[in-house]
């Protein structure tokens, strides 16, 4: 099956050691995947790794498997062209102006025939209970599957103000679903025609025992980031995220100039390792971002996944989180982020633009601090390196609402029920 791979899952959950986040996780989680044992749940997405729908799906396949689902997870192969015009889609759903053209349309309606033939094959085969299509990539798959197994589509952008016209070239394929899975309350008015039945929301969650969410010591990430000539005795900020418009760097790098004009060695990272195979456009940003930041010292750009063979990226990532005074997430489009979630369990102070993801995860001023410009991120991240004990404070609400709100256990739970009501 050429134009589909299974993508093992090397991460083993015990679910019991959840209970130390709160008290009865397992049992409750256990009770309600009791009638679920045995059931056959196949995931579909676009990329193994790169981005939050590959980090999400780690988690959730292990902990299902964990719970005595049969969970697997299949990704799709395609050739650069369609993951260059599912991007343009993305971005059209995303709020972009624009349109999609017609040579795009059929090369993705065209490969999408040729993965639900291959997902037929797997589904005769493995004969789940309930296929799970996240994102747009696969969506148009759909039409094989339909009828024939309960198909549940995940959509994981920013849907606030999707392009009209890309929703509904989309709109057959999502009302062929089951269910459609979004994380956002706010994303419903623009799906009239969806039954209240068929939408959902589920916010997305962290996995505090995967790599980068583990607790590191600020030691050891001030060590790994020093390898790399971040000065330890000055002040840092960090933005962690693909190269991308959407995640606005340039954005960040303007607020970090306003702010270094009141903190003169303040250094910034921008993290964007992972350049994912659906993200063909990373480069093109990073090149403008190269070009913006004119040979400044300390300024920190980690592109290039091959620096990965010498430090993990995960290591990579959590070092820059702890290290840094102050996480930004400068993002001017959000399905949900989760970069803000990781952050955020570190108990850092975060500057989160204002979009729906960042709206859903802080109430500014008491677990994070939502701008809505450059200038707003300069101002707000001066003012949280002022005040350390003002950080401090953020740190420790957004650790805590992280814990209540966006921990694995409770989007596993989500999506138990989801499977019962549909599979
Ligand atoms: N990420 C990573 N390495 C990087 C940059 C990002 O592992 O260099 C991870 C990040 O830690 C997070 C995910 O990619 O887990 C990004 O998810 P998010 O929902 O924030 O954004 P998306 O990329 O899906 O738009």
Redesign the pocket.
């Known amino acids: 099956m050429g134009n589909i791979r299974e993508v093992r899952i090397s991460r083993k959950t015990r679910i019991g050691d959840y209970d130390q986040f709160a008290k009865g996780t397992e049992a409750g989680l256990r009770k309600i995947a009791k009638p679920l044992r045995g059931r056959r749940i196949l995931h579909v997405n676009a990329t193994a790794d790169?981005?939050?729908?590959a980090?999400l799906l780690q988690g959730q396949v292990s902990f299902e498997n964990a719970l005595g689902l049969a969970s697997r997870w299949f990704v799709i192969n395609a050739p650069s062209r369609f993951f260059a015009a599912t991007k343009q889609m993305h971005n059209l759903l995303q709020g972009k102006s624009g349109r999609l053209d017609e040579g795009s349309k059929r090369f993705y309606l065209e490969m999408n025939r040729a993965f639900g033939r291959s997902l037929m094959r797997i589904v005769s085969s493995f004969r789940p209970h309930a296929v799970v299509i996240h994102d747009p990539q696969p969506l148009a798959a759909i039409g094989a599957l339909a009828g024939k197994v309960p198909v549940i589509s995940r959509l994981?952008g920013d849907l606030l103000t999707p392009n009209t016209e890309t929703l509904e070239f989309i709109r057959p394929f999502l009302m062929k679903a089951k269910r459609v899975v979004m994380s956002n309350r706010d994303y419903l008015k623009n799906f009239p025609w969806l039954s209240p039945r068929q939408a959902d929301i589920i916010y997305p969650a962290i996995d505090p025992f995967s790599a980068?969410n583990k607790p590191m010591e600020k030691d050891a990430a001030a060590r790994i980031l020093e390898g790399f000539g971040v000065n330890p005795t000055k002040p840092l900020i960090a933005q962690?995220?693909?190269f991308d418009p959407w995640k606005d760097p340039m954005g960040v790098v303007q607020a970090y100039y306003r702010a270094k004009n009141v903190f003169p060695t303040l250094q910034l990272a921008l993290?964007?390792?992972?350049l994912a195979k659906d993200d063909p456009g990373a480069a093109d940003i990073f090149r403008q971002i190269k070009k913006h930041e004119k040979g400044d010292p300390d300024i920190f750009l980690?592109a290039d996944p091959r620096i990965t063979k010498r430090v993990p990226?995960?290591a990579l990532?959590s070092a820059a989180y702890v290290a840094s005074e102050v996480i930004v997430q400068k993002s001017i489009r959000e399905g949900?982020?989760?970069?803000m979630t990781?952050a955020m369990w570190k108990g850092k102070a975060l500057v989160a633009g204002r979009t729906s993801g960042a709206r859903a995860q802080i109430s500014d001023g008491r677990n994070g601090i939502l701008v809505s410009s450059p200038e707003e991120a300069g101002r707000a991240i001066v003012r949280l390196l002022r005040h350390p004990a003002f950080r401090a404070k953020l740190g420790r609400a957004a650790r805590e609402s992280v814990r209540r709100h966006f921990l694995m256990p409770r989007f596993v739970a989500d999506n138990l029920k989801l499977y019962k009501e549909v599979a």
């Open positions: 790169g981005g939050g729908v980090e994981h980068k962690i995220s693909r993290v964007g390792l992972t980690f990226n995960d990532v949900f982020g989760l970069t990781e």
